[in-house]
């Protein structure tokens, strides 16, 4: 069952695409997906933020080099960090100490989500990207009630057991009536560094039969890159560049 209760928000944002990153269950990579496809339409020239909804779980700041800042407020309206590249960024994680635990029930977190979007003074954005927590409660409840989302995109990773997750996120768009935009793969294999090889470490993928299942675009398969690793740990992702990435960056913009 879908509560039909939706919090209140306010409509006056100039955000001309606002497109969530999500997965039914966590450390399938979905903040890392954020960040890249973040990274890559600023590269294309558009104007780009990020607003970390996964509160208890907080990674967009370390990701993006900007752990270190903090958000600012006038008392009234919040303020984005911006990152040297120019992506606007907001997390909990910039308001306190990315050491300290987030210990709040499911409602509260959902209201910090709203405030985030209320209260923020964002500016004008050809693309909001929303950072997601793991699975189908209040806050992407929250979200897919009261944001005007123009698409979701579900990440998931090769088990079989994970396309049964991802089915309950595919199942919950469609039933709040929210478009999704594709299924994006991570973890895939790994491409041997003598041979080229794909290796795939979880055996065979289930994400194109998921996609099949629901007539969705399969938008690509990660593989899993220590260089990517080393970066994200830095917080320097802008610094990677794959041609597989190119690719699929390229086909969330023309969706």
Known sequence: MIQKDAPKVKENKNIKNVIAVMSGKGGVGKS???????????????AVGVLDADITGPSIPRLMGVSEQKMTTD????????????????????????????????????????????????????????????????????????????????????QELVGMIVSKAVNMAKKMDVDIIGIVENM????????????????KSHSQEVADRYQL???????????????????YVENYHSDWFDEFSQKVKDI
């Open 75 to 158: 008392g009234k309206n919040m303020y984005p960090v911006v990152t040297e590249d120019g992506i606007e960024i907001v997390s909990i994680n910039l308001m306190i100490d990315e050491n300290e635990p987030v210990v709040w029930r499911g409602p509260v977190i959902a209201g910090a989500v709203m405030q985030f979007w209320n209260e923020v003074v964002w500016s004008d954005l050809d693309y909001l990207l929303i950072d997601m927590p793991p699975g189908t409660g209040d806050v992407p409840l929250t979200v897919f009630q009261s944001l005007p989302l123009n698409g979701i995109i579900i990440v998931t990773s090769p």
């Open 188 to 203: 895939s294999y790994v491409k041997c560094p003598d041979c080229d090889k794909k290796i795939y470490m979880f055996g």
């Open 217 to 235: 675009p399969l938008l690509g398969q990660l593989p899993i890159d220590s260089e990517l690793t080393q970066l994200s740990d830095q917080g």
């Open 32 to 46: 890392t997906v954020t960040t890249l496809l973040a990274k890559e339409l600023r590269k294309k020239g558009y």
